[in-house]
């Protein structure tokens, strides 16, 4: 048997001509839409309203429900092309004006809003939510007037804090969102930025402001790379960027000179690379971590050049600028060891190793404290006026003429304070002379024990030792008894 086909009827909306039956269903619509909206239910309610509009185009009524309902949904833009119909329909639709002023104050546009607001006092004066937005309008004028100025004399604070006031009364404004994001990222709040160009990235992948705050954040970052990713695809958005050009520009300008310098210092140019350095650091005074690195770079060529204080200074300016940048504490440390600062480089190794425990670190500081212990003790080096690495016979040679120089009989003629001062330093000299001449007891002076700890000194740092059945006697006079006739002879032959 063959089969049949059957028609099935389908089920569609009834066929209506006349005006009066499409004015009839188009209420029946929006009541079902008023339905829902009560119910809070606003995506099904946005559908009956539009439906009430397709059967009646012409009713200002169906324009201003779907408004509302499309504010609920945070739709603003549509929200506000369906009251500006609602008013070209009818210009004394009150709640149009005020569900206009509304969106456009939402979307920061608050002079537009205020026109809103005053049209609908103008048709009732005495209408209190549009006294209320007036003011609210207001305000945000205000914060946008403070935010400008404070932009100007770059209090990122202040403007981050006038953009959060401004998005409570206009929470689907772009425009503040960006400002407030682009200011985060100036502050070093990266993190904060990135969530705000984000989040508008989601709803609109291609805005131009959003990719170039993403930028900007990974540039200040110092991954320059990405950072020049973004800004290009800013451009591509918006060819007329001018933020989003200039930093292309500047990332590009502070990675090729940063590379310049870190290629002549490899190639031992350290002149060159300092200049380079100096260079980099000229092109964007806002990027913190980038100069930090610069400044700690600069002052490893100044080191290298001799410029210790100069390379002090950038170090200290590197770690204001990023207090957590290890290298730079450890280049400081090292620079005060070397102008021996040994309380400053105390103080950076104890920094580092608070925050990094490697026995490198703990090494580094140990010596820093043997060395501040060290300084601490009298200098016998410097009491012979010899440097640290001299030879037995420069330092005999050393002795014999300071113990001339300081020698009583020299100054007998002298003041008693004076006679009193110069026998103190011929004391130390004979001191000095006693510990630097013997070798095992200048190993234990130059790696910082204290030989007072071994019974040679008494309290007041003269070398002592035990003579015949413990009687006691200065070794500066018995352990230097032959320079010491030397020098008498000297100071005799030198009276006659």
């Known amino acids: 048997m063959a089969a049949v086909d059957i028609d099935v009827p389908v089920e569609t909306e009834p066929q209506i001509c006349n005006q009066e039956d499409l004015e009839r269903l188009a209420e029946s619509f929006k009541e079902q839409g008023n339905a829902y909206y009560s119910k809070k239910d606003y995506s099904q309610a946005f559908n009956y309203y539009t439906k009430a509009i397709d059967a009646c185009p012409k009713n200002a009524s169906y324009y201003g429900n779907r408004a509302a309902t499309l504010m609920m949904l945070c739709r603003f833009r549509e929200a506000l092309e369906d009251s500006q119909q609602a008013v ?83 929470s689907a404004c772009h425009r503040f969102k960006i400002l407030k994001a682009e ?113 700690c770079n600069r002052a490893t060529a100044g080191a290298k050049l001799k410029k210790v204080d100069q390379a002090i200074e950038d170090c200290t300016n590197a770690i204001k600028l990023d207090d957590t940048y290890i290298k730079a504490y450890l280049r400081r440390a090292q620079c005060y060891m070397d102008t021996e600062q040994y309380e400053e480089a105390v103080r950076d190794y104890e920094k580092v190793y608070q925050t990094e425990k490697t026995s490198d670190h703990k090494q580094m500081l140990k010596k820093a404290q043997m060395e501040l212990k060290k ?73 910082g024990h204290d030989l007072e700890d071994d019974g040679c000194f008494d309290g007041g740092g003269t070398f002592i030792f035990p003579l015949y059945g413990g009687v006691l006697a200065e070794a500066s006079l018995w352990l230097c008894w032959p320079l010491l006739l030397e020098v008498n002879d000297i100071l005799s032959i030198a009276s006659l």
């Open 375 to 447: 300084s601490k003790r009298k200098d016998y080096y410097k009491v012979l006026g010899v440097g640290k690495n001299a030879t037995e016979d420069e330092i005999k040679k050393a002795y014999r003429k300071r113990a001339l120089m300081h020698h009583p009989d020299r100054h007998s003629s002298a003041t008693p304070e004076v006679q009193k001062e110069e026998e103190k330093k011929f004391k130390e000299v004979g001191e000095a002379f006693t510990v630097l001449s013997d070798p095992k007891k200048k190993v234990r002076y130059d790696n």
């Open 183 to 295: 200011c985060l990222a100036l502050l070093g709040r990266y993190p904060e930025a990135q969530s705000v160009a984000s989040d508008i990235l989601r709803m609109d992948s291609t805005n131009a402001d959003a990719l170039y705050v993403r930028g900007l954040c990974l540039y200040y970052e110092d991954c320059i790379d990405k950072a020049v990713q973004f800004f290009v695809q800013a451009l591509r958005m918006a060819p007329d960027h001018e933020k989003a050009r200039l930093a292309c520009r500047n990332a590009k300008a502070l990675k090729a000179k940063k590379e310049e310098g870190n290629q002549a210092f490899k190639n031992n140019n350290y002149e060159a690379a300092y200049q380079l350095y100096t260079e980099a650091l000229a092109i964007d005074p806002n990027n913190i971590k980038t100069n930090a690195k610069l400044y």
């Open 88 to 170: 070209r329909l009818d210009d004394c639709f009150m709640k149009g004006h005020l569900r206009e002023g509304k969106c456009h104050l939402s979307l920061g546009n608050a002079m537009a809003a205020n026109r809103c607001f005053q049209k609908v006092l103008e048709l009732e004066p005495s209408n209190r939510e549009a006294q209320q937005e007036k003011k609210n309008a207001a305000a945000l004028l205000e914060y946008q007037r403070m935010a400008d100025f404070g932009f100007e004399k770059r209090d990122f604070r202040k403007v981050v804090f006038c953009m959060d006031r401004a998005l409570a009364l206009a």
